[in-house]
Nanobody, 122 residues
Framework: QVQLVESGGGLVQPGGSLRLSCAAS????????MGWYRQAPGKERELVAD???????TYADSAKGRFTISRDNAKNTVYLQMNSLKPEDTAVYYC????????????????WGQGTQVTVSS
């Protein structure tokens, strides 16, 4: 019931910046958490950053001090500002949300975006 459209990925030089956006649409009551994961070839998918509906944030150690996650609830959009990018940041970045379908429901479900490639290279 949730469709996620990601944008902002691409090729950037080391030390550069990118801003990823993920806009959610569809049928849902609320998005209780929104986050970004990444997966590099040969590696497991890992959490980069997430943010709850109350604004609490979590960052991977590798992202702390360089990345900033934020959300615009009016637009149902989550952002990931990535600064001081390193080659090891190269991966497919996936947006994930935890959605509540209707008000008062005990049920929540995860929805994933299609992924966007981020390549950091000279």
């Amino acid at each position: 019931q949730v469709q996620l459209v990601e944008s902002g990925g691409g090729l950037v030089q080391p030390g550069g910046s990118l801003r990823l956006s993920c806009a959610a649409s569809g049928s849902f009551f609320s998005l209780n958490a929104m986050g970004w994961y990444r997966q590099a070839p040969g590696k497991e998918r890992e959490l980069v950053a997430d943010i709850t509906d109350s604004g609490s944030t979590t960052y991977a150690d590798s992202a702390k001090g360089r990345f900033t996650i934020s959300r615009d609830n009016a637009k149902n959009t989550v952002y990931l500002q990535m600064n001081s990018l390193k080659p090891e940041d190269t991966a497919v970045y996936y947006c994930k949300v935890v959605a509540k379908p209707v008000e008062g429901s005990w049920f929540e479900y995860d929805s994933w975006g299609q992924g966007t490639q981020v390549t950091v290279s000279s």
